[in-house]
């Protein structure tokens, strides 16, 4: 009965230290299981921050965030179809680059051949600065007249209002001159010789519009002109009145042409005729003077010139 006893002791103790069975790995205490759990969730760090490492999620960096400020958009330049650096806007002269001066367009009201009443034609500038007349003389005015006031503006203007010797500070009349293309323009007929009065308007027309149709008979009468003048400054070349021979002009063979009801004189320091001449109509006249002569005096003969 002793035995029996001590048998049931011993079953007792043996079912405080469980058995896994055959083949099964005997379990860890929950201590150690429970310490390695705490290990992967905090990390303690020197400071003693006590972050939790495992769990933290990483940041996401958003790409609007990252990236660089958009560019601010640069206002239109203003339109310079010139270059020059000014704005059309404020540009006056828009397409020239070196903004030369430019005439505003001018209005011209002339007598033409298709139009007896008047037609209206406007003169633009031209790049070198000359009005451009190429309409006009196309339709043959033969008289022009500006409408409205013209002010001298561009350097071609002003040069040509120089050489006109013109005083009023207007130029209206160069440009109905280089307008019209007349017929009976005095300035075109051949063989005339412009006076020194009319040298400088018509120089200052062909300042203006060099290219006029009549151009060349222009400058073949500003050429006559300024023999002629030589002529007259030498005392060669006169008309009627009385001369001192020697003093206001020269002795010599002088004659004159298409005339009518012309007489002229010879006469001594006494005022006495030494020679004299009447003619009722003449193709040519000549007279000679003499350095004997005190005076020479002539009527309705016209321009007495040197003879060839």
């Known amino acids: 009965m002793t035995f029996l006893h001590h048998y049931s002791a011993h079953v007792h103790l043996a079912k405080r230290i469980p058995w896994a069975g055959p083949g099964l790995l005997p379990r860890r205490p929950v201590a150690l299981m429970l310490a390695a759990a705490l ?74 051949s298709n139009d007896s009443g008047g037609s209206l034609f406007t003169v633009f500038g031209s790049k070198d600065g000359r009005p451009d007349f190429a309409e006009v003389w196309a339709a043959k005015a033969s008289s022009c007249e500006v409408v409205g006031s013209l002010d001298i503006v561009t350097a071609v203007e002003k040069q040509a209002y120089k050489i006109s010797k013109y005083d009023d500070q207007d130029i209206s ?33 062909l300042t203006l519009c060099p290219a006029h149709p009549y151009a060349k008979r222009w400058r073949q009468a500003v050429q006559r002109g300024k023999v002629d003048a030589d002529l007259e400054a030498q005392g060669r070349l006169f008309g009627s009145g009385t001369y001192r021979v020697g ?59 040197p003879a060839r």
């Open 173 to 205: 009349m160069l440009y109905e001159i280089c307008a019209a293309v007349d017929p009976e323009d005095v300035y075109a007929e051949a063989g005339f010789a412009a006076s020194s009065e009319q040298i400088p308007e018509i120089n200052g027309a």
């Open 39 to 112: 290990t992967t969730v905090t990390l303690t760090g020197c400071g003693g921050d006590g972050r939790t490492v495992s769990s933290a999620p990483t940041p996401s960096v958003s790409p609007s965030a990252s990236a660089s400020p958009s560019p601010t958009t640069s206002p239109t330049p203003p339109a310079d179809r010139d270059g020059d650096g000014i704005a059309d806007s404020s540009d006056t002269y828009p397409d020239d680059p070196k903004n030369i001066p430019q005439q505003s367009p001018v209005n011209l009201q002339c007598e033409t």
């Open 247 to 305: 003093k206001e002009i020269k002795p010599g063979t002088y004659v004159t042409t298409d005339v009518e009801g012309c007489y002229w004189e010879r006469q001594n320091r006494s005022g006495n005729i030494i020679d004299n001449y009447f003619t009722s109509g003449a193709r040519r006249v000549q007279a000679t003077i003499r350095s004997s002569d005190y005076a020479f005096h002539s009527e309705n003969c016209g321009e007495w010139r």
